[in-house]
């Protein structure tokens, strides 16, 4: 029993394989022309997206955004990427939650940044960490150019063996974080900290609050810093998040809700 349980695993993931990528083609693949940067975790993932896209937008990039907690369908990406393409953009930063990495929806995909928040169970019944790390190796084994780790994170010593092909940045209040947080405060309406990247400080500030912001800034500034941006562009960029505020659809091309499209469709 357990033997037939197996096969019809292996074959549900060939079939999602191949439907990724008869999605990707139906797409004319428009990916390649774009630089993607996927951003995983149990949490934190929509703020630290939003953050990235800021910072890119402040830096003058053309990026798309599509950020959801929830399970993204390989219909909803690959025409997300058409929509980002057509608009002209040359960064795409996505969400990739554990369920979406497991049913392949990014296989395939040439990712260029892979970022980790953090693994934070909910309950009894959630995946453990060994668990949780053969999900997300689906994302890690893609070869992504680089990849950021959460140096603070309880289970880092189970996540550390991700690397990136080029780099390997990690962020967290350990000093030996490539983007360490040297200090915080907390606010009724915001926070802001301290970051000291290979000697320089950043002072950076936002409107979200909650200590665990604080992480989601410096992952951010860990995925900024890696596309060699500046430290102004970085802290005007997270400054700029506004979750409040209406997002902009022209900068956010497509929605995570929308039917999935049928790959042979005329």
């Not at 063996?161 to 405060?185: C, L």
């Not at 060699?228 to 979750?243: F, K, Q, T, V």
């Amino acid at each position: 029993m357990e033997k037939v349980k197996k096969v019809t695993n292996k074959t549900k993931t060939r079939v999602r394989k191949i439907k990724t990528k008869l999605l990707a083609s139906y797409y004319g693949n428009p990916i390649k022309d774009m630089k993607l940067i996927c951003i995983t975790g149990t949490t934190g993932k929509v703020e630290v997206a939003h953050f990235v896209h800021e910072i890119l937008r402040v830096a003058g990039q053309h990026v798309a955004c599509l950020a959801a907690d929830e399970d993204i369908k390989a219909g909803t990406l690959h025409k997300f990427f058409s929509d980002a393409w057509k608009a002209g953009a040359n960064y795409v930063v996505v969400t990739a939650p554990a369920k979406s990495l497991k049913r392949e929806v990014f296989h395939g995909l040439p990712v260029y940044i892979a970022a980790l928040t953090n693994y934070i169970p909910a309950g009894l019944t959630d995946a453990s960490a060994e668990e949780y790390e053969a999900d997300e190796s689906t994302l890690f084994d893609m070869h992504p150019n680089i990849v950021v780790l959460n140096r603070d994170d309880l289970h880092y010593s189970t996540f550390q063996n991700f690397a990136g092909t080029d780099a390997t940045i990690t962020y967290g209040s350990d000093a030996a974080s490539t983007v360490q947080i040297e200090s915080s405060k907390l606010y009724k309406k915001g926070a802001e900290a301290r970051f000291n990247i290979s000697g320089n400080r950043l002072n950076v500030a936002t409107f979200l609050t909650g200590e665990p912001v604080i992480s989601y800034m410096a992952c951010a500034t860990a995925i900024a810093s890696a596309l060699h941006l500046s430290h102004s562009d970085i802290e005007n960029g997270l400054a700029e998040y506004d979750p409040t505020s209406e997002p902009d659809q022209s900068e956010n091309p497509a929605e995570p809700e929308q039917p999935e499209p049928s790959p042979d469709a005329s």
